[in-house]
């Protein structure tokens, strides 16, 4: 009962969030609209020193300081409105891509709200509305809105208060700002009414609270790819509060030029803290770029840089001039511009490629890294570990890892950052050599589209070519230390076993035999009967011996193999495990075949192994081997008519130690088999005595033991 009430209150929350996006939206369209159409006819004409109540207006004393810069009133009045209108495009578009790529995530849609209002606020001139009261109601409402962006400072970019001492200034905030919306006649409840010195340091103390606890997080809290956002962030802060001092400096300076600068870095700067914003919470919540916030960076910047470089070219074409020929001036100062555009905007989205995408647009330096990672890394795990990481740097991902299949199953070999994403939330590209899989790299992004500009696509396909190498690399060393492992265990346990048939076979019964001895001379002369049946049972005791020590040696090598050869072998094997119900064939095996000593014996103890199986667990009739040799191979395959393998079996004793008999020998070892369809297994050896050096390799098709 409580889980769907907690639901139908997320749900309620979730309409009203989205209600107040929309009534925020187009307030914020129909108050700049007007605002900017207003301030073109405002903007330009001079205002006496008490009818100056716009914050961007000048005196005409001021206009005519600038127009020394060869600046005219509607040059001024046409520039300022076209900032003014850039600052609050940046925002719009920020928040409508935040809405448009996470309108399920209710910290998206805030963030999305809070920008397109405070942008709203800080490009729109309140005072162009004394005549229009709809407008004055609109901007108070989006201006209540804006109010809680300290609040969302504060939770910034997590959601939740970190440290928990933040939930107290921002709780701070939100009442008084409520109380200067609902009780505006209480100057100490009214923010708006207070002395300036108080104000500004209120102001001043909270945005500093915002950067203090970020740099709290960014020291205790934040992973490394947190603190990389927390860093972006704090840049947008210090661009933003650069423009608050200016944009604090400007009504209190009197000379039109420095208000002009002053205006200018302004808003500059409070260019860049929405996209720092939209930055961070497109990684955190979304955890990809979108093609269209890059697009909009990259115009939203050249926007601002050619009409900042417009005004400054006409500035000191101006002085150049002393403020005459004004055409020839603009003219000048157009041609100027365009000639700068594209190797401006070269420079500007080279730059926001690497904001966006971080090393993904320089393929050479991110393939660099991993060579210089490869090159450094101590141990195969070193290595993994090195390129997950410097994948993830270079990639600007929040997660990376490599999972290969191993004997337990899919392992994770490496991985960088959290693992916080379900399978449908990650890109997953199987790593390849020469056709044969080796791994997947793993990539906490569900859109490969957006994760690489259009023109650097190629860069995955390189950068997976030598992740695949490395991971074959290291499953190949992987391999043989575990062959190595292997061998070593295989060695002791025949050492053991040895041991253990010696110890309490052939050496116990040789200890009876001295004891039956000592016996039958004991009793020699006086009881010749019981000696002579001493004798007897030492003389059993030594068959008994000599059967074990020939058991012993057949296990180690089997006898015929060196009396009579492969050929002779396995025809003994052959009838020896031949009856009514089961016959077995041998194709290809000539007296004249020569092989070396191991093979031999891997061939034999497969053929063994197999034939077993095929005895005791198909059920088979019929079992065919046929060997060939071709070039510097030898070809074995053995097929039995049996009952098969089932659909999903597991690799047993039996299977694993044909393999591994092949594989040390530098073989192959394939198995294939279909339920009621008997099995098939195909054995490759090579024929040469340095065969032995090559590097094994296996491959099972429903193994079964």
Request: charge should be neutral; hydrophobic fraction near 45%; include cysteine.
């Amino acid at each position: 009962m409580d889980r769907i009430r907690s639901r139908g209150l997320h749900r309620s929350l979730n309409v009203a969030v989205h209600l107040a996006w929309w009534l925020a939206a187009i307030l914020s369209v129909y108050v700049s609209i007007f605002s900017h159409w207003y301030g073109i006819g405002a903007y330009n004409v001079p205002c006496s020193g008490d009818g100056c109540v716009s914050y961007f207006q000048l005196n005409a004393e001021q206009f005519a300081q600038i127009g020394k810069l060869g600046l005219t009133p509607e040059l001024f009045g046409g520039l300022t409105v076209i900032l003014l209108a850039i600052q609050n495009l940046s925002s719009w578009a920020v928040g409508f891509l935040l809405y448009r790529y996470g309108w399920k995530d209710i910290y998206c849609v805030t963030a999305s709200l809070l920008l397109i209002v405070t942008g709203t606020i800080f490009s729109t001139d309140d005072m162009l509305f004394d005549d229009a009261s709809l407008l004055k109601t609109g901007f108070i409402i989006l201006n209540t809105f804006g109010s809680m962006y300290i609040f969302f400072l504060f939770l910034f970019p997590y959601g939740k208060f970190v440290p928990r001492w933040t939930m107290i200034p921002a709780l701070v905030w939100v009442l008084i700002m409520v109380t200067s919306i609902l009780l505006p006649v209480f100057p100490f409840l009214n923010s708006g009414l207070w002395p300036p010195l108080i104000r500004n340091a209120y102001m001043l103390t909270m945005h500093g609270l915002v950067v203090a606890a970020q740099f709290v997080r960014y020291f205790q809290t934040a992973s490394v790819e947190q603190r990389r956002q927390i860093q972006w962030f704090a840049w947008g802060m210090a661009c933003y509060s650069v423009g608050g001092v200016f944009g604090a400096l400007e009504p209190v300076v009197d000379n039109g030029i420095t208000r002009l600068i002053c205006q200018c870095i302004m808003y500059s700067g409070l260019l860049f803290m929405p996209f720092s914003i939209g930055i961070v919470v497109l990684e955190t919540r979304l955890r990809h770029m979108s093609i269209a916030f890059n697009r909009t960076l990259v115009y939203i910047v050249l926007s601002t840089m050619t009409v900042l470089f417009y005004a400054m070219i006409v500035g000191i074409c101006g002085v150049m001039l002393q403020g005459k020929v004004n055409m020839v001036i603009a003219l000048l100062a157009t041609g100027l511009v365009a000639v700068m555009f594209h190797p401006l905007r070269e420079k500007v989205q080279k730059a926001v490629n690497h904001l966006v995408y971080g090393e993904r647009d320089d393929p050479y330096k991110v393939l660099s890294g991993l060579t210089e990672r490869l090159e450094s890394a101590l141990t195969q795990r070193s290595l993994l570990s090195s390129i997950v990481e410097n994948a993830a740097h270079a990639l600007r991902l929040p997660y990376v890892a490599i999972e290969a299949q191993t004997e337990r199953g899919t392992e994770k070999l490496a991985s960088y950052g959290d693992n916080k994403y379900a399978a449908g939330q990650v890109s997953s590209i199987p790593l390849n050599v020469q056709g044969e899989p080796v791994g997947k790299l793993i990539l906490g992004i569900d859109d490969l589209h957006g994760a690489l500009p259009p023109d650097k696509r190629h860069l995955l396909d390189d950068l997976i070519r030598q992740v695949s190498i490395a991971v074959q690399a290291e499953r190949l060393t992987s391999e043989l230390h575990r062959s190595r492992e292997r061998l070593v265990t295989a060695r002791e346990e025949e050492r053991r076993r040895l041991r253990r048939d010696l110890h309490d076979g052939l050496g116990s019964g040789l200890a009876s035999m001295m004891l039956r001895l000592d016996e039958a001379l004991l009793l020699h002369e006086a009881e010749p009967d019981k000696s002579r049946l001493a004798l007897e049972l030492v003389q059993a005791q030594m068959r008994a011996a000599i059967a074990d020590i020939r058991r012993l040696v057949y296990a180690l090598r089997p006898p015929a193999l060196d009396e009579f050869g492969l050929a002779f072998a396995m025809q003994e094997l052959a009838m020896q495990l031949e009856d009514p119900s089961m016959r077995v064939t041998l194709d290809g095996f000539d007296r004249g075949l020569q092989l070396h000593a191991a093979a031999e014996v891997a061939l034999y103890r497969i053929a063994q192994e197999a034939l077993t199986n095929a005895v005791r667990h198909a059920g088979a009739s019929e079992c065919v081997i046929r060997l060939r040799a071709e070039g510097d191979l030898l070809h074995v395959d053995i097929t039995d008519n049996g009952c098969g393998l089932p659909q999903q079996p597991k690799p047993g004793i039996g299977i694993r130690s044909m393999r591994e008999r092949a594989e040390e020998l530098g073989g192959t070892f394939v198995i294939r088999s279909e339920p009621g369809q008997g099995t098939q297994i195909s054995i490759q050896l090579p024929v040469l005595e340095g065969g032995d050096s090559h590097a094994g390799s296996g491959e099972a098709e429903n193994l079964a033991g």
